[in-house]
């Protein structure tokens, strides 16, 4: 089963960008669909924007535009881009991964990202 890290996480101010990494481990993510989740307090999680192993991505409404996700599979990393933050963009932001065959969904430990003035 493969192990998922994410990084990049902080706070920033409306308007800023941060990149979120997700290394993984155990196993090559090239046999995986990909996605980026967040989960705001009170809320339930959501999907932010997935890539499938061909390349296909999809994006949630509210970040279609800001947001972009990419894959890297020879360095076993996801990446998520989040340009023009906005305060409602705040949550803890976690790295997901689907086995192509055995659809057995992975998870990581989760990233704080904060969009405040």
């Known amino acids: 089963q493969v192990q998922l890290v994410e990084s990049g996480g902080g706070l920033v101010q409306p308007g800023g960008s941060l990149r979120l990494s997700c290394a993984a481990s155990g196993s090559i993510i090239s046999v995986y669909t990909l996605g980026w989740y967040r989960q705001a307090p009170g809320k339930q999680r959501e999907l932010v924007a997935s890539i499938s192993r061909a390349g296909s991505t999809n994006y949630g409404d509210s970040v279609k535009g800001r947001f972009t996700i990419s894959r890297d599979n020879g360095k076993n990393t996801l990446y998520l881009q989040m340009n023009d933050l906005k305060p409602e963009d705040t949550a803890v932001y976690y790295c997901?991964?689907?086995?192509?065959?055995?659809?057995?969904?992975?998870w990581g430990q989760g990233t704080q990202v904060t969009v405040s003035s």
């Open positions: 997901n991964a689907k086995h192509a065959f055995t659809r057995i969904d992975s």
